[in-house]
Every structure is written in structure tokens, then in C-alpha cells.
């Protein structure tokens, strides 16, 4: 029950003082709080120092704490847009940007049950939170604790969060230099973005399938619907979900398409 978070939400802070006397790596964090200049995001800006500084952010779910929520965020001299731009600008990221947080649509289809499953792949998955939710269904729902989570990232501002709350994490130019770096098999592969732009996403889907464990799951995830119809077609027992995202600092979304199926005999 206690689940390893790219980010919570601190209704309460209680921290050790030699914490801040003894640590220099996170010295600086009663720096930030002191000088964020907005009271907006102040949570993903604690879990983003603890995640750069090594530590994890764990959810203790056999506790319960009520928070009254956006009493903060409704007042006038806060504001939502300015406050994420700030954001950005300090620490490179968007708070809440790809993978910030898991799909509540992916995991009411996706039910996490292999107890053998040892490798967990996840491919542009930005602060990469369904991967590590994946990892944290399987030691809820199995007892598994010795899976082993592999993050690669084309791009590059995730890489020091990514570190974070991998086993392993790279950081790679391209989809050719994955593909030849990949080794052994996964029990679970998740694709989350950077296919649009790719005319060869038929071949990189197909190279991946075949690095799965017998009864693997692959998913993928693409804001161009039309990669997606195709995984559907070409694969057996595919299942889909819609999420919608925001865009980086804008007042906007966008629909990101996401399909999974296990590994079975291709389609004819």
C-alpha cells in the first residue's frame, strides 16, 4: 500500500530539521519555497526536488488526510497560466506536462497482474508516470517488488526526473539508436509519444512487439489518431481510451489516443 509517486500533493509538510542542515543537495529547497514569487504549483516544485535529489515520493495509502482544495487557487491574485509559466522558466519543465500524473482512463482498462513479470520499458513517457504505475500495480496486486523499471527519453529537460523514479534511465537521440540499444525481452512496454512525426512508426511498433514477454502488454500512445487506427487493425485484442492533456503553459488541450493489447498471434 505504500506507492512510489512522480508527485504528491502535500496538504501538511512535517520535515526533520537536520533534513535541511545536513543535506547539501536539498539545502536550496527552503530557498525555492521562500522564493518561488507564486504560492501556485508550490506541491510539484517539492516533489521535483525530491525526485532530483534522489529521494522518492511515496503515498502511505492506509492514511487519510482531507484537503480543502482550490481555496488557494480560486483567489484573484493567483493565476493558473502565469503560475505554470513560472514553472517552466525554473526548472525547465512544465508541473504539469506529459506524465505528471497516470491515466485514470488507461488503468480502468489496463488490470496489472503479471507476477512474473520482471522488465518494465517505457519509451517517451515525459515525467513518466503510467510506467511507474504499471510497477506500483504489480507490487499492490501481485507482491511483485523485483520488477525492474527501464526509462528512455528522446527528450532530454525529463531525464534528471526520469532518474528519479527508474531502476534505470537514458537519455537517447533517436528511434534508431533505441532500437539498437534495447536488449533482452519486456513484460511490459509503454510507448508514449514521439511517433507524429515519424513516417517509419509502423516498422518502430512492430520492432517493439517483438521484444515482449510471452503475454506482455504493449501500449501506445499518439496524439495522431491515425497511428493508433492502425496498431488497433494490425494487432489482435487491442483496447482503447482517450485522454485529454494540457497543452505546455496554454489555456487548451489536446486528445492523446492510447491502445493496448498483449503479446498473441499477429493478425493475417
Known amino acids: 500500500?505504500?506507492?512510489?509517486?512522480?508527485?504528491?500533493?502535500?496538504?501538511?509538510?512535517?520535515?526533520r530539521t537536520?533534513?535541511?542542515?545536513?543535506?547539501?543537495?536539498?539545502?536550496?529547497?527552503?530557498?525555492?519555497i521562500l522564493g518561488m514569487g507564486t504560492a501556485m504549483f508550490g506541491d510539484d516544485a517539492l516533489s521535483l526536488y525530491f525526485r532530483r535529489a534522489g529521494y522518492?515520493?511515496?503515498?502511505?495509502?492506509?492514511?487519510?488526510?482531507?484537503?480543502?482544495?482550490?481555496?488557494?487557487?480560486?483567489?484573484?491574485?493567483?493565476?493558473?497560466?502565469?503560475?505554470?509559466?513560472?514553472?517552466?522558466?525554473?526548472?525547465?519543465?512544465?508541473a504539469w506536462e506529459k506524465g505528471f500524473c497516470w491515466s485514470p482512463s488507461l488503468f480502468q482498462k489496463l488490470v496489472c497482474e503479471k507476477a512474473d513479470a520482471k522488465r518494465i520499458l517505457g519509451i517517451n513517457g515525459g515525467l513518466g508516470s503510467n510506467a511507474l504505475k504499471i510497477?506500483?500495480?504489480?507490487?499492490?496486486?501481485?507482491?511483485?517488488?523485483?520488477?525492474?523499471l527501464i526509462n528512455y527519453t528522446m527528450e532530454r529537460r525529463f531525464f534528471a526526473d526520469l532518474k528519479g523514479i527508474?531502476?534505470?534511465a537514458y537519455s537517447i537521440e533517436n528511434w534508431e539508436k533505441l532500437l539498437d540499444e534495447l536488449?533482452?525481452?519486456?513484460?511490459?512496454?509503454?510507448?508514449?509519444?514521439g511517433l507524429e512525426k515519424e513516417s517509419n512508426y509502423k516498422r518502430y511498433i512492430n520492432q517493439l512487439y517483438q521484444y515482449l514477454e510471452k503475454d506482455g502488454v504493449i501500449i501506445v500512445q499518439s496524439s495522431e489518431q491515425k497511428q493508433v487506427d492502425w496498431f488497433e487493425k494490425q494487432y489482435k485484442g487491442v483496447e482503447r481510451v482517450e485522454e485529454q492533456e494540457?497543452?505546455?503553459?496554454?489555456?487548451?488541450?489536446?486528445?492523446?489516443?492510447?491502445?493496448?493489447c498483449k503479446k498473441v498471434e499477429r493478425n493475417p
Not at 500500500?1 to 520535515?15: A, D, S, Y
Not at 506500483?136 to 501481485?142: A, S, V
Open 56 to 94: 522518492k515520493n511515496v503515498l502511505i495509502k492506509g492514511v487519510y488526510c482531507h484537503h480543502f482544495g482550490s481555496k488557494t487557487v480560486g483567489k484573484t491574485e493567483h493565476d493558473f497560466l502565469a503560475g505554470r509559466t513560472f514553472f517552466y522558466k525554473k526548472y525547465g519543465i512544465d
Open 166 to 168: 527508474s531502476d534505470e
Open 1 to 15: 500500500k505504500e506507492e512510489n509517486r512522480v508527485r504528491l500533493l502535500t496538504p501538511i509538510c512535517l520535515v
Open 246 to 260: 494540457f497543452l505546455c503553459c496554454k489555456d487548451q488541450t489536446q486528445t492523446q489516443y492510447i491502445a493496448f
Open 183 to 193: 536488449e533482452g525481452s519486456f513484460d511490459y512496454i509503454l510507448l508514449s509519444g
Open 18 to 32: 537536520e533534513y535541511w542542515t545536513n543535506s547539501k543537495k536539498t539545502k536550496a529547497l527552503i530557498e525555492m
Open 135 to 148: 510497477k506500483e500495480e504489480l507490487k499492490e496486486r501481485t507482491g511483485n517488488r523485483e520488477v525492474k
